[in-house]
């Protein structure tokens, strides 16, 4: 059996992957708005079905990466309360 | 370089350096954390953020492959502008090498043209090619893309109609005749209906606990629609259904196939509908797909 020690030192490794993780949503986020920014310049009024079928999935894109990380500081607001009632 | 050979060559750029790398890091690191978790829950009943990191991943991977259909589409749009993939010039048809596959825009060849030199149809054709080897079917020439399906929504609404009426030639037929774009963006269209889907059938939303059930449940129908389908595509996507980290793939293990993750999303949605005695909802093929984490 673990020791609390050994488990909160776990749950310390595990918190700053989700950190790691969050820094790479966050860098991924601003990628993309750049590409969806030049995207938009580059084929403003273009009216192609494709090109609107492209920039909605990169809208979704977008959406799905600000719901994981809002995902994230739950699950980390989950883990430090855990953590501080052992 | 003229004004379309300008456009085209951003275009490329923007599809080139989607953020995809940075997204196989969060989920590399999310995997990792999960892991930790896992050990550490070994030892607690309590939840400690898992089920929440499990639907952080699940959106990361949702964000992946929208990012993939969207370099299929922009592909697809420089095509249509008569530029390759590379924002140069399209190369004449005497020395049109393979493709990864038919845009919607450009026009089949004439009737009666004969093949184009040098050009493997399976390079042309490679979605048809894959749901054929998933369906068990053949790829022939009788499988014209459809031009009627626009988009991977109403795709979705054929697979799930075919499903339904238990006419496997025709979910073959819809499968196989779609564009690799529209077909792809079943990945981006249908799991957000998964989990609502599943959540119905098992009574609650599901976890972890409900993964062996659900396989039970789906496993035969989707093996007798998908006869080639390799079997961890459907494992891994009954575990993100289920908010579980994906099961980890063995050293000799291959990538799944592009197509396999979409192919089996779009069955495995009509085949819970069907199992429900219930048609894909008039709104489901119109609305965003849901949001936040249930569960």
């Not at chain 2, 022939?140 to 626009?150: I, K």
Request: hydrophobic share 40%; glycine share 8%; proline share 8%.
């Amino acid at each position: 059996m673990a020791s609390v020690a050994e488990l909160k030192a776990a749950i310390d490794v595990a918190l700053q992957q989700i950190g790691d993780g969050q820094t790479a949503v966050q860098a991924a986020g601003e990628k993309l708005a750049e590409a969806q920014q030049t995207l938009a310049g580059a084929l403003e009024g273009s009216g192609h079905e494709t090109v609107e079928a492209a920039q909605a999935s990169l809208t979704q894109a977008s959406q799905e990466l600000e719901e994981c990380l809002a995902a994230t500081l739950v699950a980390v607001e989950q883990a430090q309360l855990y953590v501080a009632s052992l | 370089m003229s004004i379309i050979e300008d456009i085209g060559a951003q275009v490329r750029a923007v599809a080139d350096e989607l953020p995809l790398a940075q997204l196989a890091v969060a989920l590399e690191k999310f995997g990792q954390a999960t892991e930790r978790l896992r050990w550490v829950r070994q030892e607690s009943a309590n939840p400690m953020g898992a089920p929440e990191l499990s639907a952080a991943t699940e959106h990361a991977e949702t964000a992946g492959y929208a990012l993939r259909v969207a370099q299929e589409q922009l592909s697809a749009y420089l095509a249509a502008i008569g530029l390759a993939a590379d924002g140069a010039p399209a190369p004449k048809a005497d020395e049109r090498q393979p493709r990864h596959d038919a845009p919607r825009e450009v026009a089949p060849p004439a009737p009666g043209a004969g093949p184009e030199q040098g050009v493997d149809p399976t390079a042309r054709r490679w979605w048809a090619v894959r749901v054929a080897e998933l369906t068990g079917g053949r790829e022939g020439p009788s499988d014209e893309p459809d031009e009627q399906v626009g988009d991977s929504r109403e795709l979705l609404r054929r697979v799930v109609t075919g499903v339904r009426s238990g006419d496997r030639d025709r979910l073959h037929r819809e499968l196989r005749r779609a564009h690799a774009d529209v077909g792809l963006g079943l990945a981006a269209v249908a799991p957000p209906l998964l989990r609502d889907l599943a959540g119905e059938l098992l009574g609650h939303p599901p976890r972890a606990d409900d993964l062996g059930r659900l396989r039970r449940e789906l496993d035969g129908r989707v093996r007798d629609l998908l006869p080639g389908l390799p079997p961890p595509v459907l494992d891994a996507l009954l575990t993100r259904v289920c908010r579980m980290p994906p099961p980890r793939r063995a050293e000799d293990q291959e990538q799944p196939h592009a197509a396999d993750p979409a192919v089996t999303a779009g069955v495995v949605t009509g085949v819970l509908l069907d199992r429900l005695g219930r048609d894909l909802p008039a709104d489901a093929v119109e609305r965003e797909p849901s949001r936040g984490a249930h569960g």
